[in-house]
């Protein structure tokens, strides 16, 4: 007799469901390092560290622009090439400039003779009104001698009456020559040549002269690679033209855009790690933050938003932060404007203030190559004063 089929469910082996439970509390247990590891990281490092990649090389871009009108005739420099400061960059035709200062120099050289004219004339003046007086003296004793004689009637009254009138006339000329005197001694009062304003009028149309002649001479304010020049030969330039830039690469620095959100414990003097896309990540800048800046990017940008006009969505800003970076190794590994950075910084240092706290003591940026022009503008002052200066009147300021 044929025995029914078992059709029951064969049981779950036991080890299967061991195998299971472990690999369930394994996973369990890795999302819990996960985590944990995550958290750890954040701790010790994430929160202490703000990256972004929107960050750029800036630097001074030094525009050479004329002061004076002049036609071009000489170019000293083309674009990437490296110029000293004090360097010549560009030249122009000084004919015009070099003929208004030789008629300065003879305005001048004359105004010093005419001023000397003034010293004179107030010696003469002083000589006139002595021999005035001594008439004056005469002719006071010859009537008061003639007057003792008509009274005894030694002489007519006739006599005394001219005698008289020498005395009117000899009083009259010696008032005329003390303020003759006087009109010429304001003149030349508490003064010597070099200080008279004459010749200081004289001496400041020269020096105008010599700036202008100066000034059809552009040379490079600062050392750097010259770029973006525009200029050329015979070209007639005005004041104010761009003609070309200069830019001293050893003097860059980046601009970090970082997110609004990233700012809280930003601060000056943090020290950030900068990595440029030209080298890549083999190369690292280090740098610390130099300043934040003062508003957000669309707050300065030429069309800002208008927020208020209800037409928004918000979003958002970034803040400009600069970070100067080492020059020994921007001597190393050379940088240009407008390259890619990518800038990290380390937040760990909370010492110092968000915003600065000082002004600057001392100019940020100087050139001295305009120093001489002025300086030997007044050496040919002095000399022309000197030259055309009497023995006794070469007093100088």
Not at 159 to 170: F, I
């Amino acid at each position: 007799m044929a025995t029914p089929a078992d059709t029951s469910p064969p049981a779950v082996a036991p080890d299967n469901t061991r195998k299971r439970k472990a690999w369930l509390l394994a996973l369990l247990l890795l999302l819990i390092l996960a985590g944990a590891g995550t958290w750890a990281w954040y701790s010790l490092i994430g929160r202490w560290h703000e990256s972004t990649d929107d960050a750029y090389v800036n630097g001074n871009v030094v525009a050479i622009t004329p002061l004076v009108t002049g036609t071009v005739t000489s170019i000293g420099a083309d674009d990437g090439d490296l110029v000293h400061a004090g360097q010549v960059l560009l030249q122009f035709d000084p004919a015009d400039s070099e003929v208004a200062l030789q008629a300065a120099e003879a305005k001048l050289a004359r105004t010093v003779r005419q001023v000397r004219g003034l010293y004179s004339n107030v010696d003469s003046l002083k000589a006139q009104l002595a021999t005035r007086q001594a008439e004056l003296q005469k002719a006071r004793q010859d009537y008061n001698r003639r007057r003792i004689l008509a009274d005894s009637g030694a002489i007519a009254a006739e006599e005394v009456s001219h005698s008289r009138d020498d005395l009117s006339v000899a009083e009259a000329a010696v008032n005329s020559a003390r303020q003759q005197l006087n009109t010429s001694t304001a003149l030349v009062d508490d003064t010597v040549v070099s200080s008279h304003p004459e010749v200081m009028a004289a001496a400041a149309d020269l020096r105008q002269a010599y700036l202008d002649h100066a000034r059809t001479t552009l040379v490079a304010p600062v050392t750097g690679y010259v770029a973006k020049r525009t200029v050329q030969l015979g070209q007639r330039l005005q004041p104010g033209s761009a003609t070309m830039a200069v830019i001293p690469l050893d003097e860059v620095w980046i601009d970090a855009n970082f997110k609004e959100t990233q700012l809280r414990d930003m601060r000056i003097g943090q020290s950030v790690q900068i990595s440029a896309d030209l080298y890549g990540s083999e190369v690292t800048y280090n740098g610390t933050v130099d300043s934040l800046g003062a508003g957000t990017g669309s707050a300065f940008a030429l069309l800002p938003a208008q927020n208020a006009t209800g037409n928004w969505i918000k979003i958002v800003q970034r803040v400009p932060v600069r970070i100067h970076l080492d020059p020994e190794q921007l001597k190393e590994h050379p940088l240009r404007i407008g390259l890619s950075t990518v800038a990290e910084v380390d937040l760990h240092d909370q010492s110092g203030p968000a915003l600065a706290q000082q002004p600057p003591q001392q100019a940020s940026y100087t050139t001295q190559v305009y120093d001489r022009q002025l300086v030997e503008a007044d050496q040919l002052i002095a000399r022309l004063i000197h030259d055309n200066s009497a023995t006794g009147k070469t007093a100088q300021r």
